[in-house]
């Protein structure tokens, strides 16, 4: 049995050594002999190589297949700046916040919602505020105070009523008062600034009658959002946007 099985070996070993010298005198005489003619592999990327070559470059197509590929993660990797967060929030406030959602459960408006993929992959559950849907109360720190993790700091109230969230701006194209000519006076009603972050500019109209204009000073502005919330036009004349942009 033994003998047998040395003989194999001694044969097997035998067969190996003369089939590689074989296929190394055929590479030297035909280039790649293995690769083109015996290699399962080789021979499958040379029908599609000359498949490729017979096909046509097309630019247009390139650039669509581009646009599919790269969309969807410039969407998911989108600038965080664009995001109005919960008062207190600072720039370590993504490391610090557990995505626990306390700040949601405790605002007595419901202004603070969470995010999903429409900011990124980094921003999934974290804390937004929409204020299409509902402001930040002036008188409320109770995000700030239920917060676990510190990761809308440690503000008093006061302080709070000072903190910046964003600023809001006027769209002068759809604001009833200055592209209808219609008296509307609620963003500066509805400011909880005392010293009034909304103004009000008198303009003499065609007709000779007087209206008053809504302007923000963005010195005295803390982006609460009750003006937008609050503005008639279902588009939205005023929104607040992040101090950054």
Known sequence: FLTSIKYGIKNGFLFGFLFGFIIIILSIFSKRFWCHNLCCLGVLLEIISKVNK???????RRNILNGILITPLLFIFKKRNSILRPPGAGIDF?????????????????????LFFE??????????LDYFSSYCE?????????????ALGKLTLEE????RIGVARVDRSKCLSWSFNTPCLVCEEVC??????????????NDGVYISLPVVYRDLCIGC???????PVPEKAIRVYPVES
């Not at 900011?119 to 937004?128: A, L, M, Q, R, V």
């Not at 002036?138 to 510190?150: A, E, G, L």
């Not at 909880?192 to 109209?205: G, S």
């Open 94 to 114: 993504l490391k610090k916040c557990l995505r626990c959602f306390e700040c949601m459960n405790k605002c007595p408006t419901g202004v603070i919602k969470p």
């Open 192 to 205: 909880p600034v005392p010293e009034k972050a909304i103004k009000l500019r008198v303009k003499k109209r």
């Open 225 to 231: 959002g009750i003006c937008q919330y609050s503005c």
């Open 138 to 150: 002036y008188n409320c720190k109770k995000c700030i105070d239920v917060c676990p993790s510190r």
């Open 119 to 128: 900011k990124g992959i980094e921003n999934i559950f974290t804390p937004y």
């Open 160 to 163: 709070k009523k000072k903190y």
């Open 54 to 60: 017979r096909a046509k470059f097309s630019q247009k």
